[in-house]
């Protein structure tokens, strides 16, 4: 399953009203090359492997991502928690995703009230049709005549709708913050990846130890570990929390986001970061692009979206239509396209560009100065 396009009709905490996301390729896609940053979905359709996120701080990235985690668990589940919502303002979507050989349209309107005693909300309003893929629609779909589907019974006024039966196509969608800088997943992951590509991992981001062994009970959890450095004679048993204290921040979060960019390999999908760059050098997360645009590992086409403020991660990749750039104005959200939007230079990088304030994006450096004074005039 992928997500094609998303839009909040309602507004999601500060998004504009009809915030709308367009993950497709946005530019002529020259068949004669190898493309390894794009996916064929079908015929003249493509999806590009990564997606990207820039702007200030505050500038709605978090949100934005939080929005897309929320419709991802909308699609997988049929269930949106109340998590996600501070008020009890209806939440309404308008999604598109794309399941060979269909394009579903997926409208539904949730209310955080209603179903006091549940997590999750209540559904108002929900419909799905669908259409066959044709390479008229290609990139911007608006031509697309969607049909009811007879099998779809919307559920309105309960919690939990059926969508689910037909985005399912055995992905594996999910948000690496959720994992954040914690080990409790480490035994699960050693379990689906293996001992070999788990020691791989380990050692990449802390070549000390020369092991994580989990210790699986009699009900399969995980309780305990063998942790065993170089150094050391005997292994040491420890548990998930102690075992934490043993590794470093960014060790843990790069196994964590690491392995999870390896079931998206193995499964397909998509993943979501927030701030990827956060306790890893330059040079983990290129590889880790790298190797999603490797066809030879990521064999099930899995998807990268994320936010930075790395602005060279964004030479990384060649395509400039795959980057969004946000920004608040008197606490509304709007986004824009680096392509459809702005009048990129060729002849420079984009980190250039981003540097040179081209999508204003810097610091606004009349506050850092009125800082500085402040700082400076302090106690005198």
């Known amino acids: 399953m992928k997500l094609l396009k998303l839009k909040t009709t309602s507004g999601f905490r500060m998004l504009e009203k009809n915030f709308e996301i367009n993950f497709l390729t946005k530019t002529r896609v020259d ?6 940053d794009l996916i064929s979905l079908d015929s003249e359709f493509y999806y590009p492997i990564e997606t990207v996120f820039i702007g200030k701080n505050s500038s709605g990235k978090t949100t934005v991502l939080d929005l ?5 668990e909308i699609l997988n589940s049929g269930r949106l928690k109340k998590d996600y919502f501070e008020y009890n303002d209806p939440f309404s979507i308008d999604v598109l995703f794309y399941v060979k050989p269909y394009i579903y349209r997926y409208v539904a309107s949730f209310l955080n009230d209603g179903l006091a005693d549940k997590p999750f909300m ?22 697309a005549a969607f049909f009811k589907i007879d099998s779809f019974a919307p559920n309105i006024g309960g919690d939990t709708s059926i969508v689910n039966k037909y ?11 959720i994992l954040n800088d914690n080990t409790v997943y480490f035994g699960l992951f050693y379990d689906f990846l293996g001992e070999k590509i788990f020691l791989d991992l380990l050692h990449l981001f802390d070549d000390s130890v020369e092991y994580i062994k989990p210790i699986k009970e009699e009900n399969n959890s995980f309780s305990s570990y063998l ?15 102690t075992l934490k204290k043993y590794l470093s921040a960014g060790t843990v979060r790069g196994i964590n986001l690491y392995a999870i960019s390896i079931i998206v390999f193995f499964n ?19 590889n880790l692009l790298l190797m999603f645009n490797d066809k030879s590992i990521n064999k099930k086409d899995g998807s990268i979206i994320y936010s930075t403020h790395y602005s060279e991660l964004l030479d990384a990749g060649s395509r400039c239509d795959n980057v969004n750039v946000l920004h608040r104005f008197d606490d509304i959200i709007s986004i824009k396209n680096m ?7 060729t002849d420079m ?24 004074d402040s700082l400076r005039n302090r106690g005198n």
């Open 31 to 36: 068949k004669d090359v190898e493309n390894v």
């Open 68 to 72: 897309i985690m929320a419709v991802f």
């Open 122 to 143: 209540k559904i108002v309003e929900e419909s799905l049709t669908r259409t066959t893929y044709k390479e008229s629609y290609r990139k911007d779909l608006s031509n």
């Open 167 to 177: 985005a399912n196509d055995g992905g594996f969608n999910f948000s690496a913050d």
């Open 227 to 241: 942790f065993k450095r170089y150094s050391s004679i005997e292994p040491t048993r420890v548990d998930p929390l």
């Open 268 to 286: 397909g999908g998509h993943i979501i970061v927030d701030e990827i760059e956060r306790s890893f050098n330059r040079n983990l997360i290129e």
């Open 339 to 345: 392509h459809t939007d702005y009048n990129v230079r």
């Open 349 to 372: 990088t984009k980190s250039a560009q981003f540097n040179q304030n081209t999508f204003d994006t810097m610091v606004n450096y009349n506050h850092l100065i009125q800082l500085k």
